[in-house]
């Protein structure tokens, strides 16, 4: 089953911009991460925020989170042809589940040149 | 180090036949976890296991099903084979309450 909805589903934009996507859950949770997956192929983490944290960054990835309205986002700024890939918020909700991730459908951004 | 390594990369079937798919964690992971991603369904969680034994399980119907050895190399089974199991499945491995690495997936497909 999905956590819930990621905004929005595909996002098309020129080098250089910022790119915003938004992800919801619906459970309680232990912390959030963002992947990334290039055309059909392995995902790859790009950050964790944990339940009782705000805001976090990473290089060129800031990640927001707002446990009251079960909501993320995530923004890539100054974006390269490169981060071409689509985007999933996963959801861990807590250390009973172990490994157990829950996705979001994902957000597809083209960046282009 | 090396990373999750899932073997095959790619596979064909046909409805009604069984498929083992295989996957090495990264040496000293315990922890390995599989997803089936589907265009319709995304990505869904099909089962953890840790030290051989199965730790979570998602709502798949008991034809999909796994083992764990004592390597930590993990294998999922799945047995009369649907067209709908047509998926990339993604093999992961994690250490405990870490983030998960993910293999570069087995695309099944159904005939």
């Known amino acids: 089953s999905q956590q819930g909805e990621e905004d929005p589903q595909a996002l098309s934009i020129q080098e250089g911009e910022n790119a915003t996507m938004n992800c919801s859950y619906k459970t309680s949770i232990n912390n959030l991460q963002w992947y990334r997956q290039n055309s059909g192929r392995g995902l790859v983490h790009l950050i964790l925020i944990r339940s009782n944290e705000r805001e976090k960054h990473s290089g060129r990835l800031r990640v927001t989170l707002d446990t009251s309205k079960k909501s993320s986002s995530l923004l890539i700024t100054a974006s390269r042809a490169a981060d071409t890939a689509s985007y999933f918020c996963a959801t861990h909700e807590d250390y009973n589940q172990g490994g157990k991730l829950i996705f979001g459908q994902g957000t597809e951004l083209s960046v282009k040149p | 180090k090396a990373g999750v390594t899932q073997t095959p990369r790619y596979l064909i079937k046909t409805r009604g036949q069984q498929v083992t798919l295989s996957c090495s964690p990264i040496?000293?992971?315990?922890?390995v976890s599989w997803y089936q991603q589907t265009p319709g369904q995304g990505l869904q969680f099909l089962f953890e296991y840790f030290s051989e034994t199965q730790r979570n399980k998602g709502n798949f119907p008991g034809r999909f099903s796994g083992r764990q050895f004592s390597n930590s190399r993990s294998e999922m089974n799945v047995s009369t084979l649907e067209l709908g199991d047509s998926a990339l499945y993604l093999c992961?491995?994690?250490?405990?309450?870490?983030?998960?690495?993910f293999g570069a997936g087995t695309r099944l497909s159904v005939l």
């Open positions: 992961a491995s994690s250490l405990p309450g870490d983030i998960q690495y």
């Open positions: 040496s000293g992971h315990r922890s």
